[in-house]
């Protein structure tokens, strides 16, 4: 297993655990897996103490959780979790364009626009980490524009679960809904209709759920 080469200070302990917290989004450190906090201390080149610290931090918000004997093992995926994951980020992002679209400025228009191209060139590439980062990099700019750092914070501890299963199941989406969903945005945005930004920011995130999580218990 190898995730990242030596670290420096300073935050050791943010590093590693924002290092784990990617590798097990995006399935590098795969659900089941079993970790132990030497082996991890080594390869990032750190005492235990920063790692142990990031791994208290990834079990409070349900990534990991912890064995005898010094071990930690990555949760498996639970659908019902992700689920209602899906519902509260959704309504979140509602917020975030109810608050933006109001204020919303060109330039921010113009940034969207850019995302969601760059999200259809990942798409058609296949490029599931560029599709990924596009499309929060789209979504972003609302919860930029909205002014409000508290939304961002608490989506912060439960998208994890949300991109983890996407990163799962992405050969099986159909990544240009989205982006046909994110130009809709862009004209409601561009004509200040928040009502309907609104409406259509929360449709593309649970929509989104619906595919994900109606795949996955197909599947089961």
Not at 8 to 22: G, N
Not at 66 to 78: A, M
């Given at each position: 297993m190898k995730i990242i080469k030596t670290i420096a200070r300073p935050a050791l302990r943010d590093q590693v655990y924002e290092s784990l917290k990617k590798a097990i989004i995006t399935l590098e450190l795969e659900p089941g897996q079993r970790i132990m906090d030497k082996d991890l201390a080594s390869e990032f080149g750190v005492s235990r103490t920063p790692v142990r610290e990031a791994l208290k931090r990834l079990e409070d918000e349900g990534l990991v959780e912890s064995l005898p004997g010094s071990q930690t093992r990555i949760t498996q995926i639970h659908l019902e979790e992700a689920k209602n994951a899906f519902t509260v980020v959704a309504a979140l992002h509602r917020l975030a364009?109810?608050?933006?679209?109001?204020?919303?400025?060109?330039?921010?228009?113009?940034?969207?626009?850019?995302?969601?191209?760059?999200?259809?060139?990942?798409?058609?590439?296949?490029?599931?980490?560029?599709?990924?980062?596009?499309?929060?990099?789209?979504?972003?700019?609302?919860?930029?524009?909205?002014?409000?750092?508290?939304?961002?914070?608490?989506?912060?501890?439960?998208?994890?679960?949300?991109?983890?299963?996407?990163?799962?199941?992405?050969?099986?989406?159909?990544?240009?809904?989205?982006?046909?969903?994110?130009?809709?945005?862009?004209?409601?945005?561009?004509?200040?209709?928040?009502?309907?930004?609104?409406?259509?920011?929360?449709?593309?995130?649970?929509?989104?759920?619906?595919?994900?999580?109606?795949?996955?218990?197909?599947?089961?």
């Amino acid at each position: 297993m190898k995730i990242i080469k030596t670290i420096a200070r300073p935050a050791l302990r943010d590093q590693v655990y924002e290092s784990l917290k990617k590798a097990i989004i995006t399935l590098e450190l795969e659900p089941g897996q079993r970790i132990m906090d030497k082996d991890l201390a080594s390869e990032f080149g750190v005492s235990r103490t920063p790692v142990r610290e990031a791994l208290k931090r990834l079990e409070d918000e349900g990534l990991v959780e912890s064995l005898p004997g010094s071990q930690t093992r990555i949760t498996q995926i639970h659908l019902e979790e992700a689920k209602n994951a899906f519902t509260v980020v959704a309504a979140l992002h509602r917020l975030a364009a109810r608050l933006a679209v109001p204020i919303i400025l060109e330039e921010h228009i113009h940034l969207m626009e850019e995302m969601n191209a760059k999200l259809k060139k990942a798409l058609d590439n296949k490029d599931v980490f560029g599709a990924v980062e596009a499309d929060d990099q789209f979504h972003e700019i609302l919860l930029s524009a909205s002014g409000n750092q508290e939304i961002r914070l608490a989506l912060e501890r439960i998208m994890s679960k949300v991109r983890r299963l996407e990163f799962s199941k992405f050969s099986s989406l159909d990544g240009m809904k989205s982006v046909d969903q994110h130009n809709e945005i862009i004209s409601a945005c561009r004509k200040k209709d928040a009502s309907l930004a609104c409406s259509l920011v929360e449709e593309n995130w649970l929509s989104l759920g619906r595919i994900l999580v109606g795949d996955s218990e197909s599947n089961k």
